[in-house]
């Protein structure tokens, strides 16, 4: 089956650095992926859709020049929250999509903002 | 826009039994896919069945299956001989077809499976 895969898995950083979230499609190509936040017990809001090759289109609240978006490849999709403040904290997880109806996603990325 | 509700917070089961999750969503839409997607405490989000819109007949997979019923624009889930691995946080999501692909989540149903 298709594999996502994302990087770090846990991050810790101070407030006010910038911190990279990879996603990667592992055995298939994604022109499309899409970057989702989730809260503790909460359910998963769709931050952007990332399309390779050109810009994220991000929905609506979503600051674009704090969350950085770059599909660079059909492979890869990466996120960048910069300026990174404790209410960042999250769960970031991606998804890649497989075919028009079907996504897979990636299994998280925690940061800890201090 | 889309909108979906769970209304169940949270249910439990024991094991072997059956327990049925509830999801409504609102579209003014024909043609759109419905899933149910499942998080376990690892919080890997894991497909566990899907809907297209224009088929009448329920989906189902193995001990998962769904009630469809489009005009009362609700989408339940039916786990039977549930197992303990089956305790987990499920979302109903919805997506129209033709569009963004953009999935719309429901708040989840937090499942626990009692031994």
């Known amino acids: 089956g298709a594999v996502v895969s994302q990087h770090p898995s846990r991050v810790i950083c101070k407030s006010g650095t910038s911190v990279k979230i990879e996603c990667r499609s592992l055995?298939?190509?994604?022109?499309?992926m899409f970057w989702y936040r989730q809260f503790p017990k909460q359910s998963l809001m769709l931050m952007a859709t990332?399309?390779?090759?050109?810009?994220?289109?991000?929905e609506q609240g979503v600051e674009k020049d704090k969350f950085l978006i770059n599909h660079a490849s059909l492979t890869l999709s990466t996120l960048t929250v910069t300026s990174a403040h404790p209410e960042d904290s999250s769960f970031y997880i991606c998804?890649?999509?497989?075919?028009?109806?079907?996504?897979?996603f990636g299994p998280g990325t925690r940061l800890t903002v201090l | 826009a889309q909108t979906v509700t769970q209304s169940q917070p949270e249910m439990s089961v024991q094991e072997a039994e059956t327990v049925t999750l509830s999801c409504t969503y609102d579209?003014?839409?024909?043609?759109?896919?419905l899933f149910w997607y499942k998080q376990p405490p690892s919080r890997q989000m894991i497909l566990v069945i899907r809907?297209?819109?224009?088929?009448?007949q329920n989906a189902t997979e193995n001990r998962f299956s769904v009630n469809f019923q489009k005009a009362a624009k609700s989408f339940s889930l039916k786990i039977s001989d549930s197992q303990l691995g089956d305790t987990a946080m499920y979302f109903c999501?919805?997506?129209?077809?033709?569009?963004?692909?953009?999935?719309?989540f429901g708040k989840g149903t937090k499942l626990t499976v009692n031994p």
């Open positions: 999501a919805f997506m129209l077809t033709g569009g963004s692909e953009k999935l719309v």
């Open positions: 990332s399309n390779e090759g050109s810009k994220a289109t991000y």
């Open positions: 579209t003014s839409e024909n043609n759109y896919y």
């Open positions: 809907q297209e819109a224009y088929k009448q």
């Open positions: 998804s890649a999509r497989v075919t028009t109806d079907t996504q897979y």
């Open positions: 055995d298939f190509q994604a022109t499309t």
